[in-house]
């Protein structure tokens, strides 16, 4: 049995990516990481940190990003499947560069997907999610924020990523040019593993977190939304939140110890009124109360992109 990591990326040490990170997180376990690496800004330097990792297994595809052809996130995906349609293992674990594995996951991980090799009813496997906010110390249990998503999938031509990269379907006979494409596609059958993604996108130091929304606004939109225009991200108050009093993965700790914002998330009360978050608007906090409270902590009304096996 082989595994393939694979992730792509653009602009990630100027917008505070935990890169590296990511791909270290799953490197003893995969046979070969490969990373569509975009084309950079002159002022970033993603390929030095990449290269700085020293490991033959890491394989770079140099490409060129295009957000006007390929609009509303569907580059992210494009970039996704460039990566994929260079790996040669049996199972493809894909890592988005905000998200990080627990070491304490991969046996886990490597016996799940031996268990399933053969049983080609499986066409991936679905991880849950932690999702960090603001610092390392606080997470969101929101009904607005998805709990599982897939991030291993087998190694077949059919499969895709889809809309902004956040999935994968299958798409036969995919012209390689609508990522929304639903007519003709499938979700994928999936099987649960027991291992979470640590998913850091929303922790950043205030101005980083804004410079990187108004890179995903562009990205998206091709312009700024009036939020996205301050100078500063508002995390709002963290004290809502539940505290997170497990350990993070241990690839973590470098830029853990480069936490130095505390005092911006304090101060949260003296900033201009803004627009509440999605999940602190009422019909958010109201579902995620009765999914906590009376559901133990299974989500209603929600959209999910696979097809889950009792496996």
């Given at each position: 049995m082989t595994i393939s990591g694979f992730t792509m990326v653009r602009n990630a040490t100027k917008l505070y990516y935990p890169v590296k990170e990511s791909i270290l997180s799953i490197l003893p376990l995969v046979d070969e990481f490969v990373i569509a690496l975009g084309n950079c800004d002159e002022d970033d330097d993603t390929l030095a940190g990449i290269q700085s990792i020293q490991s033959d297994k890491i394989k770079i595809i140099h490409t060129t990003w295009n957000t006007q052809l390929y609009t509303n996130g569907s580059e992210y995906?494009?970039?996704?499947?460039?990566?994929?349609?260079h790996c040669k293992g049996d199972w493809l674990f894909y890592l988005q560069s905000d998200e990080v594995i627990h070491e304490k996951y991969l046996p886990v991980i490597?016996?799940?997907?031996?268990?399933?090799?053969?049983?080609?009813g499986v066409e991936g496997l679905l991880?849950?999610?932690?999702?960090?906010?603001?610092?390392?110390g606080h997470f969101l249990q929101s009904h607005s924020w998805y709990?599982?998503?897939?991030?291993?999938?087998?190694n077949l031509p059919d499969i895709h990523s889809w809309r902004d990269a956040q999935s994968f379907r299958r798409i036969p006979g995919f012209d390689g040019k609508d990522f929304f494409q639903k007519e003709g596609s499938c979700k994928l059958k999936v099987a649960k593993?027991?291992?979470?993604?640590?998913h850091y996108g929303w922790v950043r130091p205030p101005h980083y977190m804004q410079k990187k929304n108004r890179s995903f606004t562009r990205d998206y939109k091709g312009d700024l939304t009036p939020e996205y225009k301050a100078e500063e991200f508002d995390y709002g108050d963290l004290g809502k939140l539940p505290l997170f009093k497990e350990s993070h993965p241990a690839v973590m700790n470098s830029m853990i110890s480069r936490f130095n914002w505390q005092e911006k998330l304090d101060?949260?009360?003296e900033r201009s009124?803004?627009?509440?978050?999605?999940?602190?608007?009422?019909?958010?906090?109201?579902?995620?109360?009765?999914?906590?409270?009376?559901?133990?902590?299974?989500?209603?009304?929600?959209?999910?992109?696979?097809?889950?096996?009792?496996?």
């Open positions: 995906a494009r970039q996704t499947d460039i990566a994929k349609q490597r016996e799940r997907c031996h268990a399933l090799l053969h049983n080609t991880f849950d999610y932690v999702h960090f906010w603001g610092d390392y709990a599982r998503e897939i991030r291993i999938i087998r593993v027991d291992a979470k993604v640590y101060q949260w009360r009124p803004r627009e509440p978050h999605k999940h602190e608007r009422f019909k958010n906090r109201l579902l995620s109360f009765i999914e906590k409270n009376v559901l133990n902590g299974r989500q209603i009304f929600t959209f999910r992109n696979y097809v889950l096996l009792d496996v």
